[in-house]
T-cell receptor, first 113, second 116 residues
Framework: LAKTTQPISMDSYEGQEVNITCSHN???????ITWYQQFPSQGPRFIIQGYKTKVTNEVASLFIPADRKSSTLSLPRVSLSDTAVYYC??????????????FGSGTRLSIRP | DAGVIQSPRHEVTEMGQEVTLRCKPI?????LFWYRQTMMRGLELLIYFNNNVPIDDSGMPEDRFSAKMPNASFSTLKIQPSEPRDSAVYFC??????????????FGEGSRLTVL
């Protein structure tokens, strides 16, 4: 499994765009990049997954450069409710039964008024 | 759908006692994962099952821990005997790989275990 490195914590303010970058230098050709979000006292929940370039959904965007050695989760116009821990995972795609889904330390995002 | 259901939500027990945590995955999901979360160690994968069969239990800390999945709608994680260092939040998660399932993990609300 490719190792991921992301900032331990980040702070931002309501209404700002937040970008959380994850490094995964040893990503394999078949690996996908997946992000989960965990609110206090809850289990993580899936945000977004991508393989290359850009993926966007109603929650976030995921930017992946051509070399795929890093990725950036972008949260547009954050609110207080976006305060959570964000995990970057690298491994088999969602539909693969081969997934041993490992979570790293995550990035603790704090949003202030 | 009710989502992944875990019980108990909270348990306080004394060292040496047996603890059994229960999980009901989302109907139709065929993969089930058990995780443990602490401040010190983060979110650790203990074991996961595909189609009720344990695939990887290398994360189970020691022989005191055991997990079973007797059928597609029920799994247990047992700790016997429990120790104070087992205090943590234990999460169960499931995902579907067939039909229209998306393959993402769905987590339960967790079982907070305190061993005195």
């Amino acid at each position: 499994l490719a190792k991921t490195t992301q900032p331990i914590s980040m702070d931002s303010y309501e209404g700002q765009e937040v970008n959380i970058t994850c490094s995964h230098n040893n990503i394999a050709t078949n690996d996908y990049i997946t992000w989960y979000q965990q609110f206090p006292s809850q289990g993580p929940r899936f945000i977004i997954q991508g393989y290359k370039t850009k993926v966007t959904n109603e929650v976030a965007s995921l930017f992946i450069p051509a070399d795929r050695k890093s990725s950036t989760l972008s949260l547009p116009r954050v609110s207080l409710s976006d305060t959570a821990v964000y995990y970057c995972l690298v491994g088999a795609p969602l539909y693969s039964s081969a997934s041993k889904i490992i979570f790293g330390s995550g990035t603790r995002l704090s949003i202030r008024p | 759908d009710a989502g992944v259901i875990q019980s108990p939500r909270h348990e306080v027990t004394e060292m040496g006692q047996e603890v059994t945590l229960r999980c009901k995955p989302i109907s139709g999901h065929n993969s089930l994962f058990w995780y443990r979360q602490t401040m010190m160690r983060g979110l650790e994968l203990l074991i996961y099952f595909n189609n009720n069969v344990p695939i990887d239990d290398s994360g189970m800390p020691e022989d005191r821990f055991s997990a079973k999945m007797p059928n597609a709608s029920f799994s247990t994680l047992k700790i016997q005997p429990s120790e104070p260092r087992d205090s943590a939040v234990y999460f169960c998660a499931s995902r579907g790989l067939a039909g229209g399932s998306t393959g993402e993990l769905f987590f339960g609300e967790g079982s907070r275990l305190t061993v005195l």
